[in-house]
T-cell receptor, first 114, second 115 residues
Framework: DAGVTQSPTHLIKTRGQHVTLRCSPI?????VSWYQQVLGQGPQFIFQ???????GRGNFPDRFSARQFPNYSSELNVNALLLGDSALYLC?????????????FGPGTRLTVL | QKEVEQDPGPLSVPEGAIVSLNCTYS??????FMWYRQYSRKGPELLMY????GNKEDGRFTAQVDKSSKYISLFIRDSQPSDSATYLC???????????????FGQGTILTVHP
């Protein structure tokens, strides 16, 4: 089975622009989470979706939004980009049904804001 | 104060050494504990997962949890150059309903094992 896939791999944007990042979970997984990892830090939770509904939101501004589609893939949108949004954006998928659920991470999308 | 503090390192050890990586946490709601390994420019890969105090062993890796002290550790025996990576501790609370809840990560420790 294919693992979690993310696109694009790399992205360069300028301040004020908008970006859309995409994630396809492992087949059979219904939950997707998004994390932001700034260089030298651990990942920070942004959103969790399960069965197309938002189940959790981290401490990020409203410029960040996400959605999950009927096929369980997901998009993360960031508006009005700031230099501080430069980071590795990670998507994690899981079955989402039990407390001992394991999250599997994709390779990430590296966003650079100039 | 951060919910999870990880000894930042970096650590540089010779091949064959025993490595100890540590995290402390302040949120007593954390019940599930994980260690992830992240190679440069890659996503984190799950190494160990535990939810009870005590030790859990998997090959050269041992995860240790002490809930009374809010302290977790990862030990790597007979370290290899291929173990060179960033190690991240992660934790989460018991989730409500069918959602599994967010992971809270430490800041990571960069480990280098030299031949």
């Amino acid at each position: 089975d294919a693992g979690v896939t993310q696109s694009p791999t790399h992205l360069i944007k300028t301040r004020g622009q908008h970006v859309t990042l995409r994630c396809s979970p492992i087949s059979g997984h219904k939950s997707v989470s998004w994390y932001q990892q700034v260089l030298g830090q651990g990942p920070q939770f942004i959103f969790q979706y399960y069965e197309k509904e938002e189940r959790g939101r981290g401490n990020f501004p409203d410029r960040f939004s996400a959605r999950q589609f009927p096929n369980y893939s997901s998009e993360l949108n960031v508006n009005a980009l700031l230099l501080g949004d430069s980071a590795l954006y990670l998507c994690a998928s899981s079955k989402g049904q039990v407390n001992t659920d394991t999250q599997y991470f994709g390779p990430g999308t590296r966003l650079t804001v100039l | 104060q951060k919910e999870v503090e990880q000894d930042p390192g970096p650590l540089s050890v010779p091949e064959g050494a025993i490595v100890s990586l540590n995290c402390t946490y302040s949120n007593s709601a954390f019940q599930y504990f994980m260690w992830y390994r992240q190679y440069s420019r890659k996503g984190p890969e799950l190494l160990m997962y535990t939810y009870s105090s005590g030790n859990k062993e998997d090959g050269r890796f041992t995860a240790q949890v002490d809930k009374s002290s809010k302290y977790i550790s990862l030990f790597i025996r007979d370290s290899q150059p291929s173990d060179s990576a960033t190690y991240l501790c992660a934790m989460r609370a018991i989730a409500g309903g069918t959602s599994y809840g967010k992971l809270t990560f430490g800041q990571g420790t960069i480990l280098t094992v030299h031949p």
